[in-house]
């Protein structure tokens, strides 16, 4: 069950409870949809001249995926703002089983509008091996 405004802690952690492993459709069709044409995400003899020898995941397939993972966490009634400081220290590849972890940084109640508050969170996406895969900062606007 979605966590409202009040029930979110500032310094609490949440992991998501299930995981979500990326299938090669998902990068082509994700490549496909966005028009990415980088053929590092669907090429596999482009991408095997590559320093990783394979197709990497479309990064922002692996930002869609994470926040999705996390929304039952922390956002599900809520609005995102937005997100701030995306990085991606390590790549994904089809077959990594993804899930994500979210602490609260900070909560408070919004200036504009009176019945909302904005929740600060940092997002953690881990694969099958615990490596950090991505981590991003975001906003979300849930009702008091």
Known sequence: MARSFQELEVGATYRS?????VLE????????LTLNSNPIHFDAEYAATTEWGRPLVDSTLTLALVTGLSVV???ERGVNLGWREVRLPAPVFAGDTIRAETEVLAKRESQSRPDFGIVTVRTRGLNQRDETVIEFERSIMLPL
Not at 17 to 21: H, P
Not at 25 to 32: E, Q, V, Y
């Open 25 to 32: 459709a998902d990068n082509t069709w994700f490549s496909l």
């Open 17 to 21: 409870r299930f995981g979500r492993t």
């Open 73 to 75: 966490d922390v956002s």
